[in-house]
């Protein structure tokens, strides 16, 4: 039936690395004209409700120009073809909460503020080409990068080189430096004499708010990251607190001057004040939501203001249970779960993000999957929530997270199914990017 049947072999996937020391060699290599045929014997496209068995994918270039039963036309001449065999074939991944320029917070190897004192910039950047090239070998073709840690628009510099070529990497939507107040990020807890870096732009005031914005949105930020919580802790009455950050009018300038531009506000906030002020300042996503109530879920749906929960990040380095910190990380997890629940059943629009940086890039991004139907979504909702649903948070409805004709050529296959089991979604065997294959590990069919 097919002419020239390429099964997809290692050796075979390496001659076709998107990855390239020339950027023009990489053009080349994948000129406008390149046709490929993906057979999938089983597609989860990213949309629909079911699956689909027996479907060929048409690639020219960087996009999906058809999607067909198998068989049902033949292929163009020259295309390749690329069987994956029995793997489940999915949309490329995206994850909507990551910090490249964050190495896990763990305490034995010096936290979160030895980053900013001791790393050299050059080594953040160079650790951050790692933890973005370890995105898309785990099948995330796409991330939005929610702030760099004291390391500046060091994003902007990754995406740009992930874009020409010269390292692999996803695609990516950055925000830059984020943005708090006075007393409200890190680094703190040193001698007010001494003067420290600080892991986001602090403002005071609604001028020096849009200034923030202003500036980070010209120095390439697509989205921008306001904290609007601080510090947490659990009260006499056994509640959670939070510290609140910016004031709505502050928030309401950045939010104004940013979309101005066209772009959206993602806001960091726990509960209570903080998070209200996000939603009455018209933040687009709220990230974490650790505790919603059922006033604050109402408004979310009205609004149409996106939930990135984040669930799995809170359950690493936990401290011990008997102290102040370890109280407030259970209840942390306690309420988690059940906002996210209340929002699911509520409708409000969730989308997946894992705070990956936030636990070290060595562990599986995936892990938020099975976070996400344990408390509530099916294994296909929590899968449309990391490409469809996260390609409609990022404005890109249709190009991304989808396998459909006008979409970008990114997939994945997994072996088994992710629907019975969403754990499947840890073994990534094959990832394509824009049309290239960046990796496969699938044995070859037949042997
Ligand atoms: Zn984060």
Same mark, same amino acid.
């Given at each position: 039936?097919? #002419?020239?049947v390429y099964r997809c072999?290692?050796?075979?996937?390496?001659?076709?690395?998107?990855?390239?020391?020339?950027?023009?060699?990489? #053009?080349?290599?994948?000129?406008?004209?390149?046709v490929v045929v993906v057979h999938a014997r089983?597609l989860?496209?990213?949309?629909?409700?079911?699956?689909?068995?027996n479907q060929e994918i048409l690639i020219?270039?960087?996009?999906i120009t058809a999607v067909y039963?198998a068989?049902?036309?033949?292929p163009?001449?020259?295309a390749e073809i690329l069987d994956l065999g029995?793997a489940?074939v999915l949309p490329?991944?995206?994850?909507?909460?990551?910090?490249?320029?964050?190495?896990?917070?763990?305490?034995?190897?010096?936290?979160?503020?030895?980053?900013?004192?001791?790393?050299?910039? #050059?080594?953040?950047?160079?650790?951050?080409?790692?933890?973005?090239?370890?995105?898309?070998?785990?099948?995330?073709?796409?991330?939005?990068?929610?702030?760099?840690?004291?390391?500046?628009?060091?994003?902007?510099?990754?995406?740009?080189?992930?874009?020409?070529?010269?390292?692999?990497?996803?695609?990516?939507?950055?925000?830059?430096?984020?943005? #708090?107040?006075?007393?409200?990020?890190?680094?703190?807890?040193?001698?007010?004499?001494?003067?420290?870096?600080?892991?986001?732009?602090?403002?005071?005031?609604?001028?020096?708010?849009?200034?923030?914005?202003?500036?980070?949105?010209?120095?390439?930020?697509?989205?921008?990251?306001?904290?609007?919580?601080?510090?947490?802790?659990?009260?006499?009455?056994?509640?959670?607190?939070?510290?609140?950050?910016?004031?709505?009018?502050?928030?309401?300038?950045?939010?104004?001057?940013?979309?101005?531009?066209?772009?959206?506000?993602?806001?960091?906030?726990?509960?209570?004040?903080?998070?209200?002020?996000?939603?009455?300042?018209?933040?687009?996503?709220?990230?974490?939501?650790?505790?919603?109530?059922?006033?604050?879920?109402?408004?979310?749906?009205?609004?149409?203001?996106?939930?990135?929960?984040?669930?799995?990040?809170?359950?690493?380095?936990?401290?011990?249970?008997?102290?102040?910190?370890?109280?407030?990380?259970?209840?942390?997890?306690?309420?988690?779960?059940?906002?996210?629940?209340?929002?699911?059943?509520?409708?409000?629009?969730?989308?997946?993000?894992?705070?990956?940086?936030?636990?070290?890039?060595?562990?599986?991004?995936?892990?938020?999957?099975?976070?996400?139907?344990?408390?509530?979504?099916?294994?296909?909702?929590?899968?449309?929530?990391?490409?469809?649903?996260?390609?409609?948070?990022?404005?890109?409805?249709?190009?991304?997270?989808?396998v459909?004709?006008?979409?970008?050529a990114d997939l994945i296959a997994?072996?088994?199914?992710?629907?019975?089991?969403?754990?499947?979604?840890?073994?990534?065997?094959f990832?394509m990017?824009?049309g290239?294959v960046?990796?496969s590990?699938l044995?070859?069919?037949?042997?």
């Amino acid at each position: 039936m097919r #002419s020239t049947v390429y099964r997809c072999v290692p050796v075979l996937c390496v001659a076709r690395l998107c990855l390239a020391q020339d950027p023009a060699a990489a #053009s080349a290599a994948n000129p406008s004209t390149h046709v490929v045929v993906v057979h999938a014997r089983m597609l989860i496209d990213g949309t629909s409700a079911q699956p689909r068995a027996n479907q060929e994918i048409l690639i020219q270039g960087d996009r999906i120009t058809a999607v067909y039963a198998a068989g049902l036309r033949p292929p163009p001449p020259g295309a390749e073809i690329l069987d994956l065999g029995t793997a489940t074939v999915l949309p490329g991944l995206i994850d909507c909460h990551t910090h490249i320029f964050l190495q896990g917070e763990v305490p034995a190897a010096g936290g979160y503020d030895v980053q900013l004192l001791k790393f050299p910039a #050059s080594y953040r950047v160079a650790r951050a080409v790692v933890a973005a090239r370890r995105a898309l070998e785990q099948g995330f073709t796409t991330i939005r990068d929610v702030e760099t840690e004291g390391a500046g628009y060091g994003d902007v510099g990754v995406k740009q080189a992930i874009n020409e070529g010269y390292i692999p990497g996803p695609r990516m939507f950055v925000s830059t430096r984020a943005i #708090s107040s006075t007393g409200g990020y890190n680094l703190e807890g040193y001698a007010p004499e001494i003067v420290v870096p600080k892991g986001a732009q602090l403002i005071d005031g609604p001028v020096e708010a849009r200034k923030a914005a202003r500036e980070q949105l010209d120095h390439g930020a697509d989205w921008i990251k306001v904290y609007m919580t601080h510090r947490s802790w659990v009260d006499e009455q056994g509640g959670l607190v939070s510290q609140p950050t910016l004031t709505v009018e502050e928030l309401r300038a950045i939010v104004d001057e940013t979309h101005g531009w066209r772009k959206k506000v993602a806001c960091h906030a726990y509960n209570g004040i903080g998070l209200q002020r996000a939603l009455d300042g018209g933040c687009d996503s709220i990230e974490h939501g650790l505790e919603l109530t059922d006033a604050q879920i109402a408004q979310m749906v009205k609004q149409g203001t996106w939930l990135v929960p984040t669930l799995a990040v809170y359950y690493h380095d936990p401290e011990p249970p008997d102290t102040p910190g370890g109280i407030r990380d259970r209840k942390r997890v306690a309420v988690h779960g059940v906002s996210f629940q209340k929002a699911l059943r509520a409708g409000v629009k969730i989308a997946f993000g894992t705070d990956v940086g936030g636990f070290p890039w060595s562990e599986p991004i995936a892990q938020e999957f099975p976070r996400m139907v344990e408390f509530g979504m099916t294994p296909m909702q929590a899968i449309q929530a990391a490409t469809s649903r996260g390609a409609e948070l990022l404005g890109k409805r249709g190009e991304l997270g989808t396998v459909a004709p006008g979409a970008y050529a990114d997939l994945i296959a997994v072996a088994g199914d992710p629907l019975a089991d969403v754990n499947a979604l840890q073994n990534v065997a094959f990832v394509m990017k824009n049309g290239s294959v960046f990796r496969s590990t699938l044995r070859p069919a037949g042997n």
